[in-house]
């Protein structure tokens, strides 16, 4: 079971890093077109976002299907997408502007869109820096809250990839409907959760807080019978 | 201090793109001695790829620049009313019929009416104009235009002293232009307008070719503007209508996005677009991890063209 397990990690690991072959592939043989290395910020931006969008599609795919399964791989392919999005700074910085540091500060300070993109950015470190077990386990309750900010690192990279266009607004149209829907998603199962727990326990205010907050834990939230609810809250509250 | 680093890159980066541009020369010459003999052909000749020998080189610049090479400029075009995609519009452009053209002149002039290309380009001297070409997305490049100052054609038609702006409007063709068709996101056609001083200065020229051949379909042809202190979109591409105007006609950026592209639009580095920096600019065609270039006022053209603009606040009619 182990090793089949590591097996699929491996695989998916490797179809990660393909992106990676393909931009090597495409720079060596000098095939990124007339503006190499815009094509470079948009191929690695690109990829960056559909990582982020892959890591937030995990829980959706997770409550919908049941299958428990997958939650080793949200954290997987949010590094890939810290992984992807450094790489686009780095084009960014070292290719675009020769580490030219007067002219970064100029462009970053007078380019709006890029103020989104450094706010994902900033985001995304945090959350890498915070994903190992270890870290998970010693910020607590905290360690949650601050992986919420998945949520504004999505939308800051869609505003990122609108604010830099001058032309086809239809282009981010297909990761802008992506996002909502997966954002949507969260919203609509906070509000069902949120009845549920109305109808279930309607004491103090506490205990209802305490329970969405609980609710919104996307391990805990796969089962979402009654019964469950009711025993998480209990246990939530006892140790206060 | 910047404008010094940026220069010292520039000077080591002048041997590859010369050589390349050697290599394209032995070629293009190879080439037009086994099609024509000669080696030259007129514009006026019906014919659809004219190609011009030794062009003498317009004398209204002194700095050099390093040409980029053709390929680059000849697949990286805006041509919004074929498409958005830069790459897309060289094969696109080619169903544009060019041939016969004629162009409407209108408005405040003496002698109006709708000129045949030919005939317009029969009374002008055609030369050869290298100018940097800044976008406004912040990338520029260097293209030796074939051409001859609009000047020179305006007073062929003889402006009146009321015309104070000129306005230019570009092919409306719905059947080969996909995006005229649907309506897409500008106002077709596509109109742009300048100044008469900035309509009538030796910098500003109307192309009808570049690197000594007649012009590619995706780069404006058959007749376009260039005007090289100015944002690439001022530079109308497939003019069919030139008018001599009392008023500021009402050009498409400006009127799709007013506080984003002004009518004036001068390459300006201390003038931010809304949304991005035009402090500096990547120099399409060079090696790789060549860094940016400092942009500079009036896209290097200050000396000439400064005096236009001396007593208007530049921010404000950016």
Redesign the interface.
């Known amino acids: 079971m182990t090793f089949r397990l590591d097996t699929l990690w491996s695989k998916i690991t490797l179809v990660c890093l393909l992106p990676l072959l393909w931009v090597i592939i495409d ?1 060596t043989f000098d095939n990124l ?6 094509t470079l910020h948009i191929r690695l931006g690109d990829w960056a976002m559909r990582f982020l969008w892959l890591t937030l599609l995990v829980t959706p795919v997770q409550t919908i299907t049941k299958w428990r399964g997958m939650a080793d791989y949200r954290q997987m392919l949010g590094l890939y997408a810290f992984f992807y999005a450094t790489l686009h700074v780095m084009v960014y910085l070292l ?4 580490l ?1 540091w ?2 970064i500060a ?2 970053i ?6 103020w989104f993109g450094l706010i994902a950015y900033l985001i995304i470190i945090a959350l890498t820096i915070s994903s190992p077990k270890w870290a998970k386990k010693r910020m607590g309750k905290q360690w949650k809250k601050l992986h919420r900010l998945i949520y504004i690192a999505s939308l800051a990279v869609i505003i990122h990839y609108y ?2 266009l ?4 239809a ?1 981010p149209l297909f990761y802008l409907i992506i996002i909502l829907l997966l954002l949507v998603f969260r919203v609509a199962l906070w509000f069902k959760n949120r009845k549920f727990t109305k109808m279930m326990i309607p004491t103090t205010r506490r205990i209802k807080v305490v329970s969405v907050a609980k609710v919104l834990n996307p391990e805990l939230s796969i089962d979402l019978q009654g019964p469950v609810l009711k025993e998480l809250i209990i246990q939530e509250v006892e140790p206060d | 201090m ?1 404008i010094k ?1 940026t220069k010292a ?1 520039l000077a080591s980066e002048i041997t590859d793109p010369l050589l390349f541009k050697h290599r394209r020369q032995i070629i293009k010459g190879m080439i037009g001695t086994l099609l024509t003999g000669a080696g030259v052909k007129s514009v006026l000749a019906n014919d659809n790829k004219p190609t011009w020998g030794d062009l003498p080189k317009a004398d209204v610049l002194s700095q050099s620049l390093t040409v980029t090479p053709a ?2 400029v000849k ?2 075009t ?1 041509y ?1 009313e074929f498409t ?4 897309d519009s060289t094969s696109l452009a080619q169903n544009l019929p060019t041939d016969p053209w004629s162009v409407e002149i209108s408005g405040e002039v003496e002698k109006p009416g709708v000129y045949h290309l030919e005939d317009l380009l029969s009374q002008q001297s055609i030369q050869e104009y290298i100018y940097r070409f800044r976008c ?2 912040a ?1 520029s490049m260097v293209v030796p235009w074939v051409g001859f100052p609009l000047a020179s054609l305006l007073k062929m038609v003889k402006p009146l002293s009321s015309a104070q702006f000129v306005k230019f409007t570009a092919i409306y063709d719905p059947n080969v232009m996909p995006n005229q068709k649907v309506n897409a ?1 500008l106002e077709w056609p596509y109109v742009e307008g300048l100044r008469i001083d900035e309509a009538m200065h030796p910098l500003t020229i109307l192309a009808v070719g570049m690197y000594g051949e007649s012009m590619p379909k995706q780069n404006g042809a058959p007749l376009r503007l260039v005007v090289p202190w100015k944002y690439g979109f001022k530079s109308i591409k497939a003019i069919v209508k030139i008018e001599l105007m009392k008023r500021a006609p009402i050009t498409t950026w400006n009127k799709f996005s007013p506080n984003d592209y002004g009518f004036y639009s001068n390459v300006n580095p201390a003038v ?1 677009h ?7 600019e ?1 120099q ?2 060079g090696r ?5 270039r ?1 942009t500079e006022l009036f896209n290097g053209y200050g000396n000439e063209v400064a005096s236009l603009y001396s007593d208007m606040d530049l921010r404000h009619f950016f």
């Open positions: 720079i077109g007339p503006d190499p290395i815009q290719v675009d502007h020769g030219m007067q002219i100029v462009d300070l007078e380019s709006s869109y890029i604010w830099q001058k032309g086809n607004m282009e | 910047i680093t890159i390929e680059i697949n990286h805006n919004y958005f995609n830069k790459t406004v997305e990338w996101m931010p809304p949304r991005w920096s035009q402090n500096s990547r399409l065609g790789f991890f060549m860094p940016r400092q």
